[in-house]
């Protein structure tokens, strides 16, 4: 039985959250906090499996619940917030929060995609932190002018896969690679619905590179990264630019890293490397093999960095994965890539 404890200010917040997770019929409820205090004190003394964690609470928010819990005795946290919250959300990711979801409904799709993030990640290992003695201001606060933005003039196109786990994986590269970064980088990350454009504000905290939302027809421009909104499928047309396409019910996956990564294939060819990163489930797999396929290169986290060893388990396994690199190898790999190309060619084949 796993064993949760629920964290929100809202009651009717919290009789949702329990009736979806006991109907489960392997979860139990075992305790429910109002505030981060309340919550902070349950860990301690009931030990859950896993903490859902509203962000918005009196007394002490989810934030600080959070930072005290994974410097006390750390234990697995979901945060479970809405759209608007969504920035605050990804934040409590570096923290050690391990993912983020939407407060879920009584609807059968949301209620089940919540009981399942519960189950998978009450099984993850978590680390307690050392408490920082002091918060040092992060030298990206202000994202960086990228003014040489040069839309073909580039030697390489990176596509990034990810999933659970994605938004701490993503921020460690991002803040590795230099403001020169010469290529563009379209990413792929399982996000809930209303989001992305909080990852993207995020992301813009920690890297010296604009961060954007792809918009219909736009150029992957060299040093810019373009992320996908999860409620379309990102990929690159015959013309090197960005479409989005309508998802459609049956689609597991939001936003598919296997489209992405084989629209990046089949137009940039041998010029395309793949990356694909933490997460649960197959996505991704296939799109690494037709880059793969076409001459390009590819690369998967290790499973030692990794939260989840899944999707790029699955695409080291079907045989698209030429490099196994850590999580902090990653952004200097690129950056080898990207000095290995000289001199500036127009991107494409």
Known sequence: ??????????????????????????????????????????????????????????????????????????????????????????EATMLGALDVIEKPGLACESAAHFVDKVRLLAGVSVVTRLKPKTSVPNPYAVPLSHDACHPFIYPRLFAIASSTGGPQALARILSALPSDFACPILIAQHISDGFAGGLVDWLSTVTRLPVRLAGEGDTPQAGVVHISPSEKHLTVTPQRRLTLTQRSDGDIYRPSCDRMLT???????????????????????SGMLNIHRRGGITMAQDEQSSLIYGMNQVAILTGGVQKIVPLELIAPEMVRLVHADSPRVEGGR
């Open 1 to 90: 039985m796993i064993r949760v404890v629920i964290a929100d200010d809202s009651l009717m917040a919290r009789q949702i959250l329990k009736q979806i997770l006991e109907d489960a019929g392997d979860i139990a409820v075992v305790g429910e906090a109002a505030n981060g205090l309340q919550v902070v004190e349950m860990v301690r003394v009931l030990k859950p499996d896993l903490v859902t964690m509203d962000l918005e609470m009196p007394v002490m928010g989810g934030l600080g619940a959070i930072q005290e819990i994974m410097c006390a005795k750390a234990v697995p946290i979901l945060v479970v917030s809405s759209a608007a919250d969504a920035r605050e959300a990804l």
């Open 263 to 285: 629209s990046a294939a089949e137009v940039f060819g041998a010029r395309a490397v793949g990356i694909i990163l933490t997460g649960m489930g197959s996505d991704g797999a």
